[in-house]
């Protein structure tokens, strides 16, 4: 992708941090950048403050909280509205451990454990909705934003009722959006969309990171530009279904391996997302 004032970009989570980055980075370039988040004042900060920073005014906000999935169909129903084509997304927001000291499971109002709902059901789902856009602009590619924290899914307990920690629900649903983004790149191969997920990096300077840890150790550069890189790099035209750490290739935690897992958690996300009765 050498063009980049061609290409319409949708960023989710780009109202801080790395999302945030990326965006006024693919705006520096020109690109048409949809931003999403959860605060009309922050996306019309955000907005304000890359167009002042970048000279573009190709800048749409899109608000909605990942906690519930009326809210991301909304979100896709806005973008397809505005536009008949995507050429990436980049699935981006997300829920860390939450604070030190105070980490509680939470669930949104339908009974789903909050982490495995905003980081790994929303962009499913997402995903799924924006495939007719992305289909539309391809060769197109999805980005998922996951981390080097992934832990196993246990499939009868995956909301997590027993035995939980802010860390195992984090590192839950991150692995579930690696093992989804398997099977989307299997599931799209024919269709000229590559999908790739990729840690952004270790304790970089983010919310997420000062919330759960209280000091970074890296730049919060680092996870801009692994971003960026998986997003628009020629090198990855073809690369498709692979975990990334930065912009290396890694391994991602044993469960990814098994198609077992891998389709039993697309039934179960299927099921969750109402994907099933469509």
Known sequence: MNDLENIVV???????GIGRGTAAKFASLGAH???????????????AAIAAETGNARLETYRADFSSLSNVRR???????QHDGLDILINNAGLGRGPRGNQQRETNAEGVELRFQ?????????????LPL???????????????????????????EHGYTGTRAYSQSKL???IATIEWALRLKSDGITVNSLHPGSLLDTKIVHEAWGAASGPVEIGI???????????????????FNEAHVASAHPQADEAAVRERLWQLSEMLTGMNAE
């Open 75 to 81: 979100l896709a129903d806005e973008v397809a509205a």
């Open 225 to 243: 530009e692994s971003e960026f890189y998986l997003a628009t790099s020629p090198d990855l035209e073809s690369v498709s279904g692979q975990y």
């Open 176 to 178: 579930a959006i690696v």
């Open 134 to 160: 992305l289909k539309a602009r391809a060769p197109s590619r999805i980005v998922n934003v996951a981390s080097a924290s992934q832990d196993t899914i246990d499939f009868d307990d995956v909301m997590l």
């Open 10 to 16: 949708l960023i989710t989570g780009a109202t801080d």
């Open 118 to 130: 905003v980081n790994h059901l929303a962009p499913f789902l997402l995903t799924h909705l924006l």
């Open 33 to 47: 950048v949809l931003l999403h988040g959860r605060s009309d004042q922050r996306l019309e900060d955000t907005k």
